[in-house]
């Protein structure tokens, strides 16, 4: 049975380097056969390439890359190159110093030279077998960078040089003794994956191979790519970046530093890179994201007012449309209109905008067109997804910090109301349905403007109508056959405009019989809404939905 590294260094001795060399045999006249007399310290042979012997108490064992030998002390070692190949051995070898803490009856904790216990040591061969001890680091990669980096450091004279030399040394001889200590338990590949995530973590800065992470685990690079995207959803190189990017924000909110320590600070190399990487997970780059952080952009935002509104920020323009007009429930009378409609309108000199945000609708509006005025935000979240929305509006304008606040505000207020519907509504039904002259709308249950608030957030029961024709639809046409099926007790109901010849048009369907004799009509439960306040995704808008339900409702 081989000793463990732990009945030569237990827990009470603090240990740390004395000297660092490297070894290659590979060099002009380098001796192919090197002794090491009997030694008072510690020491570890780190093999980084070829192969050879090691030779201890007349006991022979192979060496070869990728090996880490420990020689307590007092043994004396010769190592021998493989001769007559290629591979000539190349090799660290690393002497500690062992220093006993002990504490003394004041309390204080002293150090003593351990002399009296290294003549112990050369005594001890543990049940008499060859007492060297190998052991394992990896990923391989990141056990050979910090001792090259303390190798070139070791002749520092400044002792903050100095102290980082040791302090360099005493995290990669921590996560030496862990990866080898026997009385670990092998964990499962989850366990073992939460590991390397939790190592992305600590370790972002670093150079991050998905081979290392692979081998740290003792996966194949197939494997752990599969079992990484199914825990996070991510490939492992973009979460690392992502982890770099997020860290890269924080510096950018508390920091004055410029965008190349940034940079390096978080693991790219390269200035340029990095801007690259953080406008494409950003939306806009390192400088104005700082910027907005510090003080608050004038932004135009069409169709997403409602969110930059929810989380204090007022935009500089608002959009309007020559149909429907404007989001008059959002306040903003004091701010001036754009009509989106005009698609040749442009911005005069007192309303540029410092930042543009855009959702889908921009296409139809051709409003990427001012791309060259302004930097711009384009959203691509689904619009029943308004609380991804609302996080990436605070990301960019710098209001992080409020959007658990307007998120729990909602969920609050939607509880509430839930609680209060539940008394007056058991047992009935609800449609929602958008009247143009040309069409008949009918909302689904699970999607769309309406059908999340009305039939998930606030727990109303849809009518069987609406789950049979629009359930994986945000929206379907109906024409007055289908109409006169829709039997809801509750109707809300909400006009739109756009297509109509002059004012009022789309309200001709009121006079029609097949409309009088739907039952929500005759028990009048029909609630006509605002069409702009119900037309809308934003969490203002939502939570005005809600008001307007428990108005006729509640």
Request: proline residues 4%.
């Amino acid at each position: 049975m081989w000793p463990t590294i732990k009945q030569w260094i237990p827990k009470p001795w603090l240990c740390s380097l004395r000297h660092i060399e490297y070894v290659d045999c590979n060099k002009p006249n380098a001796a192919k056969r090197l002794a090491y007399p009997m030694s008072d310290s510690q020491s570890l042979f780190v093999v980084t390439y070829g192969k050879g012997s090691m030779v201890c108490s007349d006991r022979e064992i192979r060496i070869e890359k990728g090996m880490i030998i420990f020689v307590p002390v007092g043994k004396s070692i010769v190592i021998e190159d493989s001769t007559g190949t290629e591979n000539e051995l190349q090799f660290y070898k690393l002497d500690l110093t062992v220093a006993e803490v002990k504490e003394d009856t004041s309390n204080r904790m002293n150090m003593r030279d351990t002399t009296e216990h290294h003549r112990f040591l050369k005594g001890i061969d543990i049940q008499g077998s060859l007492s060297l001890i190998e052991l394992n680091y990896s990923p391989w990669s990141s056990c050979l960078e910090p001792l090259a980096q303390i190798l070139r450091q070791q002749t520092a004279r400044d002792w903050l040089e100095q102290w980082e030399v040791q302090l360099r040394f005493q995290e990669w001889f921590r996560i030496l003794l862990r990866q080898s200590d026997p009385e670990t338990e092998e964990p499962n590949d989850r366990v073992r994956l939460q590991r390397s995530i939790r190592y992305i973590h600590e370790h972002y800065n670093q150079a991050i191979t998905v081979d290392d992470l692979a081998a740290d685990i003792r996966l194949t690079r197939a494997s752990y790519t599969r079992q990484f995207k199914e825990s996070t959803g991510k490939l492992p190189l973009d979460y690392v970046n992502a982890v770099r990017l997020e860290r890269s924000k924080q510096l950018l909110q508390l920091t004055d530093d410029r965008l190349h320590d940034i940079a390096q600070n978080v693991g790219f190399n390269n200035e340029y890179y990095f801007g690259r990487r953080f406008k494409q997970y950003a939306g806009i780059s390192p400088g104005l994201y700082r910027r907005h952080h510090r003080q608050d952009a004038r932004v135009f935002a069409p169709y997403l007012e409602d969110f930059v509104l929810a989380l204090g920020v007022r935009p500089m323009l608002q959009y309007s449309h020559r149909s429907w007009g404007r989001q008059h429930y959002l306040g903003l009378e004091d701010v001036p209109e754009f009509d989106v409609t005009q698609l040749d309108a442009g911005f005069n000199e007192t309303n540029v905008p410092e930042f543009i945000m855009l959702n889908g609708g921009h296409e139809r509006w051709n409003l990427e067109r001012f791309e060259q005025v302004a930097p711009t935000f384009y959203v691509d979240h689904q619009g029943e997804d308004w609380r991804s929305i609302l996080k990436s509006t605070a990301d960019v304008l710098g209001k992080a910090s409020r959007v658990q606040d307007v998120i729990g505000d909602y969920e609050e207020k939607a509880q509430e109301a839930k609680h209060r519907l539940a008394r007056n509504m058991r047992g009935k039904t609800v449609a929602f349905l958008r009247i143009s002259t040309s069409e008949i709308t009918l909302y689904g249950n699970q999607y769309g403007y309406v059908g999340p608030v009305l039939y998930q957030n606030l727990g109303l029961t849809p009518h069987f109508r609406v789950q049979q024709w629009a359930n994986q639809s945000r929206r379907v046409g109906i024409g007055l056959e289908q109409l006169c099926q829709l039997e809801a007790d509750h109707f809300f109901i909400t006009f739109d405009n756009m297509d109509s010849a002059y004012p009022g048009e789309e309200r001709k369907i009121l006079e029609r019989e097949e409309w009088k004799r739907l039952p929500a009509v005759k028990s009048g439960h029909v609630y006509e809404v605002d069409f702009m306040t119900w037309m809308n995704y934003g969490v203002i808008s939502h939570g005005k939905k809600i008001d307007d339900i428990l108005r006729f409702m509640a």
